[in-house]
């Protein structure tokens, strides 16, 4: 019995083993703990920055109908373009701080899902927008805000001057810090500037305006902060002489309550030099600002960094490898962010979403349920023929992602996450995904088209990716590299990685490369060395003459599906079986029936009983023995 026994437990063992699989590395071990999807960004701005952070939680009660106006950026994280802009931004809104009893700087982030709806609603046709939003402001239909066609700091703090001197001051905005915007005319004297002023301003200041500027009020803006002091501005010369102004020597004066007028000369002819010297003034009179109002931000997370640097050694160590965790994100970006932000999807946008649907469907890299909800969503949208809503496209994500239920083996980039969460992510996996779909095509014997994924690749950035600089460039380059005249399928694979490289070669150095992945040239020499026909040494300062073959070969073998790692998945059971695992299944399967399989595991749970139903047995004879042995001892 004990020999049957010892067999059948060497079965239960060998099941145990093919599910049973290698510790998770800690980071890895922290994903599976995590549920919930990895926000693509954490936005651009931060606690430290001066930028008010909106989300569709507080954008209406921050900005709409409010008593004073806004400056809003509407950006996207993963955009090239927003994330050099983003430093100049940052600049604005501390330049403008002193401005914010009478208009904030703020911006919302049309990458984060949550925001969908404004943004959409809002019409955002690129990234970055900035829009003015005035006091009172109600969203309508063609009513938005006024775009500000500039992201020069001068520029936009010029523009914002002029939007505020000329909203209409009898709208009730009821705001007490809005500047008086009227000149001061012939009619005006000393004591008459003082008329309707509360008690606590005890100074006016006269600020000559040349023409065609916004500098008087740009002054006063700047003043908000000081309740002693008025600034009203003057263009007329003969009415600025009357306060003691000389326009070329002494272009503004300080009046007082009584009537005393003593004129200044700022150190440079711009608002933020003249606001220095009046606050200079003010300060030996020793008179103080009132605080600066500070609005309240959105909480930001704080990032991983343990969890962050196991990641990074992973993906430095496997430099090559591709991860299905990247492609589960490019994928639920596309249909969770990009498309559902578009107000109104026909006419092309309708044609390119529906043959990049197609071509997901046949190349697509999600389990069972992935595939059932990317096959259905195809079918939903080719019923459309004329407009399909972004909104409409959104609630049938949501339900089909809600009846198929879970669709996602994993929440988070891995390959593609950065050391700042602001750094590659959604663009990176969405090359990633082209890639492999190329790839998968290429092996496909029932599509003969070679241009099935280059020409939905092509469609979806020029209308749907949120990078409208990275659309250009790309549109820009794939008509160079004539993208419509590649032959076959496996030219098609070689077509989008020389273009690939071409970007990496363009954005090497700029400001949105990531230093813990600098842009190279893909398979750098330690991941494919055959793929160079010239020593490494030399194509350092030459251009690379490169195998091709090889880099087929390479890129075909990387982009295997059974190659791809699943290395941060969270819910492996979500996905087809590697080979691995079918194959440990095909070793018992070939000599054990799945009857014999049934009854070895009956027969291990009998042999298991009868060991413990003889073992209490001998212990209990044992027991009854003790004391009759005692008694012969005794006797003795």
């Known amino acids: 019995m004990s020999a049957v026994c010892l067999v059948i437990l060497f079965i239960g063992l060998l ?37 008010v952070r909106l989300t569709v939680d507080n954008f209406n009660a921050t900005v709409v109908d409010q008593n004073r106006g806004a400056l809003v950026e509407f950006y996207n994280t993963y955009c090239g373009h927003c994330r050099r802009f983003a430093p100049t931004y940052k600049t604005v809104a501390e330049h403008l701080l002193p401005w914010s009893e009478v208009l904030i700087v703020a911006a919302i982030d049309c990458a984060a899902e949550e925001n969908n709806a404004v943004c959409r609603n ?78 606590v301003t005890q100074y006016v200041a006269v600020v000559h305006e040349p023409e065609n500027t916004t500098l008087g009020i740009e002054v006063a803006l700047f003043m908000t902060q000081w309740p002693a002091v008025a600034v009203r501005r003057v263009i007329d010369p003969a009415v600025a002489a009357k306060f003691k102004i000389d326009p070329a020597n002494l272009p503004m004066s300080l009046v007082d309550r009584k009537g005393e007028i003593t004129a200044y000369a700022p150190e440079f002819a711009n608002g933020e030099s003249y606001a220095k010297k009046l606050e200079e003034v003010l300060g030996k009179k020793n008179i103080t600002p009132r605080p600066v109002k500070v609005h309240q931000q959105v909480t930001t997370p704080s990032p991983n960094e343990a969890g962050k640097n196991e990641l990074i050694k992973e993906v430095h160590r496997n430099k090559h490898f591709v991860y299905q965790a990247d492609l589960e994100q490019a994928i639920r970006t596309v249909l969770h962010n990009e498309v559902p932000k578009k107000s109104e999807i026909s ?30 969503l195809k079918d939903f949208v080719v019923q459309f023929n004329e407009e399909l809503s972004g909104k409409h496209f959104e609630d049938e994500v949501k339900r089909l992602e809600q009846q198929l239920s879970p669709v996602y083996s994993s929440t988070h980039f891995v390959g593609c996450a950065g050391s700042n969460p602001r750094l590659r992510g959604f663009s990176c996996s969405l090359w990633t995904l082209f890639h ?24 979806y950035i020029k209308n749907f990716f949120g990078c409208s600089e990275c659309s250009e460039h790309f549109q820009a380059m794939a008509s160079r590299r004539k993208i419509w005249s590649v032959p076959n399928k496996e030219e098609a694979v070689l077509w989008l990685w020389a273009a690939h490289n071409e970007v990496n070669q363009r954005l090497s150095g700029d400001a949105t490369e ?78 054990f029936t799945d009857t014999d399989m049934q009854m ?35 006797k003795v």
């Not at 500000?148 to 001068?154: E, F, G, K, R, S």
């Not at 309708?350 to 059932?372: C, E, H």
């Not at 490494?536 to 073959?549: A, F, G, Q, R, Y």
Request: charged letters at 20%; a negative charge.
């Open 15 to 51: 099941l145990d083993s093919t599910s049973a699989g290698v510790p998770l590395p800690r980071y890895e071990a922290l994903l599976k703990q995590q549920s919930a999807p990895e926000d693509p960004s954490l936005g651009l701005y931060d606690d430290g920055d001066k930028v």
């Open 122 to 199: 809002y019409e955002v046709m690129g990234y970055p927008t900035l829009r003015y939003l005035g006091p009172g402001f109600q969203p309508s239909a063609q009513h938005y805000g006024q775009n500000l066609m500039t992201q020069d700091v001068n520029e936009i703090r010029e523009l914002l001057a002029g939007m505020v001197a000329a909203e209409n001051l009898t709208s009730s905005h009821n705001n007490s810090y809005w500047p008086n915007v009227h000149y001061v005319t012939e009619n005006d004297s000393a004591s008459s500037l003082f008329e309707g002023l509360s008690s």
């Open 514 to 591: 990531d230093p813990e992945f600098p842009k190279k040239q893909f398979p750098t020499p330690d991941s494919c060395s055959e793929c160079y026909r010239t020593p490494v040494s030399k194509s350092e300062s030459l251009e690379i003459e490169w195998n091709k073959d090889a880099v087929l070969g390479f890129l075909k073998n990387i982009h295997n599906p059974q190659f791809v790692s699943r290395y941060g998945v969270q819910r492996e059971e979500l996905l087809h079986p590697t080979e691995d695992k079918m194959r440990q299944k095909r070793q018992i399967s070939s000599v």
């Open 347 to 376: 006419g092309e946008k309708l044609l390119a979403l529906q043959r990049f649907l197609a071509v997901l469907q046949r190349y697509n890299p999600l389990g069972a349920n992935g595939r059932q909800l990317v096959s259905k």
């Open 600 to 634: 070895g595991m009956l027969l291990y749970a009998f042999c298991i009983v009868m060991m413990i139903l003889a073992f209490k047995l001998f212990a209990f004879k044992g027991y009854r023995k003790k004391p009759y042995g005692h008694d012969l001892l005794g």
């Open 436 to 459: 492999f779909m190329t790839v998968q095509a290429a092996g496909n014997e029932d599509s003969q088209d070679p241009l099935e994924v280059l020409q939905a690749m092509h469609g």
